[in-house]
């Protein structure tokens, strides 16, 4: 399945990409997308560590490692939000 | 209800006017204005990203919570993006009610969950270029506060 | 600190801008307009009544204990006295502070003080002539939960 | 000792007096100056009855029954208060 994945503030920055089209196997949950994230090394292993403060977004709704992906699906990557 | 992402600024009077709206019902317009804050005096330009899409949902299922909880009458909320000096207005949320109790609550309750649940951040410019404002923990806390009791 | 009594109405955005004065500490005004209320479609008019003198003490007592809870910046009440028609604004209490949990609070609490302790009366006229405004109950709760608990 | 006396909305109206200089023997508290104004009898017993809800203000401060007073003092009487 394709998944359209967004990248905000200091995650953008850091990473050094802002969107892409990302392709995993079905079925998948948000901690497998994480887990391929991950095996980028780099910043990548580093910023999506488990043990980091970031949030993730499914069809820009909040979501958590256990959120199930689909064909098509958003999937925002961000910090903490600090709006207000 | 009213929630609008914008870079301009806003004008209090007209947002509170049409929100009232001469509505003989309302007797109660609690709001809340943030401002570019710069207490170090080192923070020369504030920018806001949001997430477009998101952002208006978000802020949308908030304000609709609010009026499960209270007798809200109407509400407006207006968040500013992009380049920002300090002093300026970031947001203003405005909620009309009867009675003052629910305004207040209501407006408060949409500015924890704004400051945590609503895709928006802030990076500071200062000398040192620019710095990605880090999550307070008492945002958390403020937001928790509001959970309901179980049964 | 400004306390007003006063018959005409007041400007929110003046208000507002005089409260903050570009004081980049400022990050939070809350603010709160009550206004004339008419439910019923049966009130022509109100007219408020108070004790000249004792009215600009209570308030200024009141927003000095305020000033005491919390790190409050600036505050600004006004409230209008004499005639009024449905939907006018009444009364303006507004609070500059860093953050927006002293400013919720602080302006929460001045309104819940003065709406008991500060000596205004209503009177609303209906066809059937002038009716002063009964007390409310929850107004004298809503003041008390302010307490401190003993020590 | 003398004191000057004022009343406001409904208690205004209802006892037809704005304000007054009224004399009293000291020492005396709040309790007994409104034991001589019942003394007036019609609608100020009925008005002043203890389980009438009225406040007491001396000097522009809240008072209660057992509050002092001094000659010169200012006293206020009125119902509880409904602004905002």
Partial sequence: ?84 | MKITVQTETFDLNAEVAALHRNNPSVGAVASFLGTVRNESGQVSAMALEHYPGMTEKALSAIVQEAQTRWAVIDATVIHRIGPLAPCEPIVLVAVACAHRGDAFAACEFIMDFLKTRAPFWKKETTADGGQWVDARDSDETATQRWRKPCH
Avoid at chain 1, 13 to 38: C, M, N, Q, Y
Avoid at chain 1, 45 to 54: G, K
Wanted: proline share 4%; charged share 25%.
């Fill in chain 1, 1 to 84: 399945m394709n998944l359209k994945l967004l990248y905000f503030a200091r995650l953008r920055e850091t990473l050094g990409i802002s969107r892409e089209v990302f392709t995993l196997d079905a079925p998948a949950t948000v901690a497998d997308l994480l887990d391929h994230l991950r095996a980028r090394c780099g910043v990548w292993t580093t910023e999506l560590a488990v043990e980091r403060n970031f949030r993730v977004a499914v069809n820009q709704e909040m979501a958590n490692a256990s959120t199930a992906l689909n064909d098509g699906d958003e999937v925002a990557l961000f910090p903490p939000v600090t709006g207000g």
